[in-house]
T-cell receptor, first 116, second 113 residues
């Protein structure tokens, strides 16, 4: 079975500091993709960053970067220079093809609060 | 630039009532899906569709029906609402390839009393 685990239900960080959100996954597929989505209080789901499993280089989007450890099946999200607007629920997600259909599997989420 | 339009945003139902959550997308995406979001459980897949006329069950399909008569629309029907269906529901769409992001509707907060 394919699973995504986020072991930190809640985290907090001071404004301008750096925080890392953890995510591990389990799959027997060799070709897959990993994502981090952000859900602010507005409830809208927003893509933060994505990583292709066959790429060794870690993805980066402005203040957001990932630490992708394929052998360990780990995909953590680092937020640098945290801002109040980063306060949100963050979901790690994994997608792989099963019988030719790609389906997302989401983790349970980490609620991040950025403190002023 | 509508993206994924989901209605209604809020709904209260009585146990046993039926209703349909509407979802429409204007991006010509093949893949559409419905999720429910419950505290501590993330997003769980209810039903999905890979194109008009093709639907399949996800992780938690019981109590829900879907149909896909057009590429644009993917309604979710609650047949006989139960308190266990109190949740936030999201519709999402994306092209049917692996590396693309999913585009989500604004969500529907459904309460069954």
């Amino acid at each position: 079975a394919q699973t995504v685990t986020q072991s930190q239900p809640e985290m907090s960080v001071q404004e301008a500091e750096t925080v890392t959100l953890s995510c591990t996954y389990d799959t027997s597929e060799s070709n897959y993709y990993l994502f981090w989505y952000k859900q602010p209080p507005s409830r809208q789901m927003i893509l933060v960053i994505r990583q292709e499993a066959y790429k060794q280089q870690n993805a980066t989007e402005n203040r957001f970067s990932v630490n992708f450890q394929k052998a360990a099946k780990s995909f953590s999200l680092k937020i640098s220079d945290s801002q109040l607007g980063d306060t949100a629920m963050y979901f790690c997600a994994f997608i792989a093809s099963t019988s030719g259909t790609y389906k997302y599997i989401f983790g349970t989420g980490t609620r991040l609060k950025v403190l002023a | 630039n509508a993206g994924v339009t989901q209605t209604p945003k809020f709904q209260v139902l009585k146990t046993g009532q039926s209703m349909t959550l509407q979802c429409a997308q204007d991006m010509n995406h093949e893949y559409m899906s419905w999720y429910r979001q419950d505290p501590g459980m993330g997003l769980r897949l209810i039903h999905y569709s890979v194109g008009a006329g093709i639907t399949d069950q996800g992780e938690v399909p019981n109590g829900y029906n879907v149909s896909r008569s057009t590429t644009e629309d993917f309604p979710l029907r609650l047949l006989s609402a139960a308190p266990s269906q109190t949740s936030v529901y999201f519709c999402a769409s994306r092209p049917q390839t692996g590396d693309t992001e999913a585009f989500f509707g604004q969500g529907t907060r459904l309460t069954v009393v």
